[in-house]
């Protein structure tokens, strides 16, 4: 929808309620009550004369865009609905063609078919990932945004950081069985000449086996500024990113942290059996730290995906803590990254606002290998748009689809906190 034709549907509105608001004036109506009326048809007239007069200066500006561009076909013209950034004799890209449908509010029919025709692939691919029947509304992100709204999502939390733990992304949700296997504590044999391997079952690897689902997890409505999608989508992606992608990142890495499992995702703090209680329920040493460090196999522990998880809470008071040397236990690089170091012990950490503080019954920190703690992504992000419910904005929601589940009970450990 052109800008122009917006500010004429916005004055014909305004026009309407005036009108109803001078016939609430009648004989009987005292004059204070008609005065407040008066007032307010006043004020709504006011507002109309304003968008007036943008009317005009819009409808100036678009017959200057069509004067200078009456020779060249493939620019939009003027206040078509079918004009805005669409290059005729260029194919559609699927970016563009979801920047159309953001800048119509979700309004199909407002779109040019070739539009239309592209953003099917992005319905085709939202179906494909939902179980639901009869699934509509929802259009996948385009891959140039996906990879911000990614990141944004794993600024506010590290458990959907591919980085962090193991990621399997999917393109349907069907369930997936994955295998557990403990064979930490297996060894060989020596060899002797002539002699056969045993076979008394001792060498055996047990496995188990979990399954991924696929849970879908959406956010509030978002308004957005209608004129903001129509002016600039740069703009409009930067905020999708930034809002949703904050919001999104808070529910996933909740439900990866703390998810009770149970028919909803298994969050890695519930699912991480005790590695060490701790004296106190109000503090932590670091002969504490050491210890339950190392109440993690050394196989896990060299892991190039190990590290400790706590809050930003625990992180100040482990700051406060020194070694037998007089050495703070938390040293920063130059870079930004964090290690938790404890005399020759040293470990990356994450810091993860979800966790639990130190307190009583708390689980305050989180160590192991998280290469063992699996993370399943159903497809890219999903976007609806509603328009009607939030005019004259425009309302924007984001879902995900993703389970966790760890795979290796004696990977990951807690730390806990007695009562």
Known sequence: MSKLKELREKMARIATNARAKLDEIKDDTTE??????????????????????????????????????????????????????????????????????????????????????????????????????????????????????????????????????????????????????????????????????????SGDIEFGRFTLNAYAFNTPFVKFSLELAQDSILAMETLIKTLLGERLGVIANRQLTLGAGGGGVAGIVPAAPLGKETASNAAITSDEILEFIHSVNPAYRRSPKARAMFNDNTLLAVRKLKDGQGNYLITEAPDGTGRLRVGAVSVPYSVNQEMQSIQANAKPMLFGDFSKYYVRKVGSPILGVMKERFWPNVGIAGLIRFDGGLGDERAIKHLAMPG
């Open 32 to 201: 204070e009550r008609a005065a407040e009326i008066e007032g307010e048809f006043d004020t709504m007239m006011a507002d109309h004369a304003k968008l007036e007069k943008q009317a005009e200066r819009e409808e100036k500006l678009e017959k200057a865009e069509r004067s200078a561009n009456a020779g060249d076909e493939r620019r939009p013209h003027g206040d078509g609905d079918e004009g805005r950034g669409v290059d005729e004799n260029e194919p559609v890209t699927y970016r563009s063609a979801f920047g159309e449908m953001l800048r119509s509010a979700g309004d199909l029919s407002a779109l040019p078919q070739e539009v239309r025709e592209v953003l099917r692939q992005g319905i085709a691919e939202f179906r494909a990932q939902s179980t639901a029947t009869g699934a509509a509304g929802g259009f996948t992100v385009p891959e140039e945004l996906e990879s911000g709204l990614i990141q944004a999502m794993a600024d506010f939390g590290p458990m959907y950081d591919e980085d962090i733990c193991t990621v399997l992304t999917t393109t349907g949700g069907n369930p997936i069985p994955m295998p557990t296997i403990d064979d930490t504590d297996k060894s060989g044999d020596a060899h002797t000449e002539g002699g056969e391997p045993k076979d008394d079952g």
